[in-house]
């Protein structure tokens, strides 16, 4: 009765905003009806409907040949393999390995764990990856083990990473940079997430000086010498993530970090021109994305990850997220990043299948900017039911992929996408790669044929009591 009841309050949702969708390709605006609910995706109607999803298929390749690609033949492939253009920057499809802190670096150098790890989810297929929250000072860490851009030895090391996936696979490279802010000089997340160092503990800043557990170290509050010796070092690193030869650059706003402390108003408590209304509290975050952004090339998009509710009384709301993408978007942002809460540890979030999804779905459509949503995603089949139905353009998925560096691959078997990128070495793989995907398909969809005069019973039962 639970799961039937969230399905309605999800479907309602979607009814009570319609207006967001009105302006939709009358297709896409029906198959975003058809799955509001989450009950029904990509997967299902492709057995129910095929011709349905066959033309949805082609209204979203249509809008993608609108964009400038080359359309595809009569039978375009599903969304999630379509491309995605940001300024000059071409994503083969629209799979993006969240970004994912190893606590592995030495004195903030990704090594050899680093080199293994991006390495691998690029030859797996992914469009995007993003690196970890990689910090522009010693003093922005959140741990010991957290790769930095402050050096030398930093900008060679990534370069090294950088160089081998653009040499190896279709991948993009985006540099996530951020400070911690009031939760850095933390453990290893192995050794305690978010818990303050025994030992060896730097000095924290933050927007006020209102630590994270009541046990954590206070942070200072930032001053204005503060700002601007930040606002250098988010400089500094952006011109070096461009040395390395990253393709994108993403800046952490999100998850209680500096920026997002500045943003919430439950870790905001300045009486100065920093502090009170949105629009102060967003000065110094648009500060420092202006700064970056006029030390990144004008060729190379740029994105912000927020934290589009705090999931606590009181906090950030998806409203406020809708004004904030704003005001990134006018200031030269080309992605919103939608992720949530993180802000306070009391916060009581709602988690369930793609949770974070409504988020990036009021973002786009109604501050008309990109976005790439993320959060328990863990299907081929979500990513295609939440392109499709127009609630993000791009499609994170963090913890799927650590296990699985090739998902995107796997995916192009499941569906026969012959043209998915493959190093040479792996070449071999493909043919059987394709049939076993076919076969598998055949399967589940005979499989579905037999099981479905008794599964219709049941549904009919379960609709009449
Ligand atoms: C081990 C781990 C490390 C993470 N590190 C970062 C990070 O460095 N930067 C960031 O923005 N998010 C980070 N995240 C959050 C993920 O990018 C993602 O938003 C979150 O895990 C939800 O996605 P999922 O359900 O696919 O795992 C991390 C998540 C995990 C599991």
Not at 156 to 184: E, T
Not at 377 to 390: E, F, K, L, R, Y
Not at 435 to 441: F, V
Request: with cysteine; glycine share 6%; proline share 6%.
């Amino acid at each position: 009765m639970e799961k039937t009841q969230h399905a309605a309050d999800v479907s309602l949702v979607w009814f009570e905003h319609v207006d967001r969708f009105w302006s939709m390709q009358p297709t896409r605006f029906a198959f975003g009806l058809m799955t509001r609910s989450k009950a029904i995706t990509y997967d299902n109607l492709a057995l129910r409907a095929p011709e349905f999803v066959a033309k949805t298929d082609c209204a979203v390749a249509d809008e993608v040949a609108a964009a400038g690609f080359a359309r595809d033949a009569a039978a375009p492939v599903p969304p999630m393999f379509q491309p995605f253009r940001l300024r000059a920057m071409t994503l083969a499809n629209r799979v993006v390995v969240s970004p994912m802190c190893q606590y592995s670096a030495v004195e903030g150098a990704p090594g050899d764990w680093h080199f293994v790890h991006y390495g691998a989810r690029a030859v797996g297929g992914a469009g995007l990856l993003v690196t970890e929250m990689t910090v522009v000072s010693a003093q922005a860490r959140i741990t010991p083990g957290c790769t930095g851009m402050y050096s030398d030895a930093h900008e060679a090391a990534w370069r090294r990473i950088v160089d081998f996936v653009h040499a190896n696979s279709a991948a993009k490279f985006c540099l996530q940079l951020g400070h911690a802010g009031r939760k850095g000089a933390t453990r290893l997340m192995w050794e305690g997430i978010d818990e303050p160092l025994a030992q060896g503990a730097w000095p924290t800043l933050s927007a006020s000086a209102v630590p994270y557990f009541p046990h954590s170290r206070a942070p200072r509050e930032m001053t204005r010498h503060d700002m601007d010796m930040v606002v250098a070092d988010f400089v500094r690193a952006t011109e070096r993530g461009e040395r390395a030869g990253f393709d994108m650059l993403e800046l952490h706003a999100a998850h209680g970090y500096l920026l997002a402390s500045f943003i919430s108003p439950l870790t905001n408590k300045r009486g100065d021109d920093y502090g009170g209304p949105l629009a102060n509290r967003m000065r110094f975050p648009l500060e420092v994305f202006a700064a970056m952004r006029a030390a990144w090339p004008r060729s190379k998009p740029m994105s912000v990850r927020i934290s589009a509710t705090d999931w606590a009384d009181g906090g950030l709301g998806p409203d406020d997220a809708v004004e904030v993408a704003r005001l990134f978007a006018a200031a030269g942002c080309d992605l919103i990043d939608v992720s949530t809460g993180q802000t306070v540890p009391d916060a009581r979030p709602i988690y369930g299948r793609m949770f974070q999804t409504p988020f990036s779905d009021q973002i786009r459509n109604e501050a008309a900017i990109a976005t790439m949503c993320v959060g328990a995603i863990t299907s081929a089949d979500q990513v295609n039911t939440i392109i499709a139905a127009g609630r993000a353009d791009l499609v994170a998925l963090a913890r799927p992929h650590l296990v699985d560096p090739s998902f995107t691959l796997a995916a192009a078997g499941w569906y026969g996408v012959e043209a998915v990128a493959l190093p040479v070495q792996y070449e071999a793989a493909r043919d059987q790669l394709l049939r076993n995907g076919e076969r598998q398909r055949a399967e589940m969809s005979d499989l579905r044929h037999k099981a479905r005069p008794k599964a219709h019973a049941a549904t009919f039962k379960q609709a009449a009591e």
